[in-house]
């Protein structure tokens, strides 16, 4: 390699990493302002099959729970843990698993690089959850 494009390769490496930083900065803040408006509780006990999520959220007021059951709230990514989920507040990091989990109640996820937020407002009124007024424009009546 040219020592001319060293520097090119740095500026470029630092640029990627730090992409990656505000991208994990912006879950971070989303999630954990979905996670507040959701529990309502002062120690919030989170279960996740999501090995990004314990390390976005890894300097947060949350702790992490090894067992579904144990949770105020289940971060789920994938269908694994469907029936070991059922008691607990589901937020999902896939929109199609707002089907497979049908205590899920809101989902976090990214398409076409931008994040996006969904509530389903029929399942917040039955496990009677009321979520803070800045995510009303993210009610939805029904699963699309």
């Given at each position: 390699?040219?020592?001319?494009?060293?520097?090119?390769?740095?500026?470029?490496?630092?640029?990627?990493?730090?992409?990656?930083?505000?991208?994990?900065?912006?879950?971070?803040?989303?999630?954990?302002?979905?996670?507040?408006?959701?529990?309502?509780?002062?120690e919030i006990l989170?279960?996740?099959?999501?090995?990004?999520?314990?390390?976005?959220?890894?300097?947060?007021?949350?702790?992490?729970?090894?067992?579904c059951g144990m949770?105020?709230?289940?971060?789920?990514?994938?269908?694994?843990?469907?029936?070991?989920?059922?008691?607990?507040?589901?937020?999902?990091?896939?929109?199609?698993?707002?089907?497979?989990?049908?205590?899920?109640?809101?989902?976090?996820?990214?398409?076409?690089?931008?994040?996006?937020?969904?509530?389903?407002?029929?399942?917040?009124?039955?496990?009677?959850?009321?979520?803070?007024?800045?995510?009303?424009?993210?009610?939805?009546?029904?699963?699309?």
């Amino acid at each position: 390699m040219k020592p001319a494009f060293l520097p090119f390769l740095f500026l470029f490496l630092f640029n990627s990493v730090n992409a990656s930083e505000k991208v994990s900065s912006i879950e971070n803040k989303i999630i954990m302002n979905m996670i507040h408006s959701l529990t309502h509780v002062d120690e919030i006990l989170v279960y996740t099959d999501s090995p990004k999520i314990k390390q976005t959220l890894r300097n947060s007021e949350i702790k992490f729970v090894n067992q579904c059951g144990m949770a105020t709230i289940a971060i789920i990514k994938t269908k694994k843990y469907v029936s070991k989920c059922n008691n607990v507040i589901v937020l999902t990091l896939e929109y199609d698993l707002l089907n497979v989990y049908p205590n899920s109640v809101a989902s976090f996820f990214w398409q076409k690089g931008r994040p996006n937020i969904v509530f389903i407002e029929p399942r917040l009124k039955k496990q009677k959850i009321i979520i803070s007024s800045k995510f009303n424009d993210f009610l939805e009546d029904s699963i699309w």
